[in-house]
């Protein structure tokens, strides 16, 4: 793959970020609407958060159930294939059980929404230390992910960011550290593995969103033979977080 078709492509997504918010901004309400990707009036969706966490009225450990879900049940892919906007919708990333962090994060704001929790989008610019010791550093220059996706969910009105990108069984075999839920306090990307090593650094908050921005979808579609080209690199040198 082109390095500049890569970071050509990583440049319009970072770039379409033109509506972000800060937490103070968001609304609520908003963060409850079913949407074409967000689609958690969706039978399966509901279906799946109904069965989770039937047994508790306890927002947080609603939250915990639903996040450990989307963490270990949605298998982690750097580089899934995208066959149209339906690629991104939650129904559709529950049945096929995989994604990158912008798919989980939809799902699992898909799935908090149906229990009535108020979540919401959230970008970020993250360093990815370990790829700086791999032959992928070349194509991915100091080891930077530009658009990072997860999600902010909102307990008691206050606004915690929780980020269940990578399953378990993925940090396992890795050696990483594994994002868990706790109560009154946020989950994000860990700053090192269990040895020690640095891991990621988040170097840029790029805002909150109450939808998810369909230029992405536009942006990737218009795009598709460079990730398809990214995705065949990936696959054959099984790059992962």
Known sequence: ??????????????????????????????????DEIINHDHEDIRSTSLKLVRSTNNPWEIVKTLFDFVRDRIIYDFAPEIVGRSSWQASVILKEGTGFCHQKAILLTALLRAIEIPTALVFQNVKDHILLSTRYKN???????????????????????????????????????????????????????LNGTPHFTIKKELGYFESYPKEFCSLLLENINSWNSWRMFVKKKQLTM
């Not at 970072?14 to 918010?21: D, E, F, Q, T, V």
């Not at 990072?148 to 307990?155: F, I, S, T």
């Not at 050696?175 to 946020?186: H, S």
């Open 1 to 34: 793959m082109d390095i500049n078709q890569f970071w050509e492509l990583n440049s319009y997504l970072k770039n379409s970020l033109n509506n972000a918010k800060n937490s103070e901004e968001l609304n609520s309400m908003h963060c409850l609407v079913n």
């Open 139 to 193: 194509l991915i220059p100091d080891g930077m992910l530009p658009v990072h996706a997860l999600v902010a969910v909102n307990v008691s009105g206050k606004w915690y960011r929780l980020d269940a990108t990578l399953d378990s069984i993925l940090c396992r075999k890795k050696g990483y550290r594994i994002t868990k839920v706790v109560e009154g306090k946020e989950s994000l990307l860990p700053k090192n593995t």
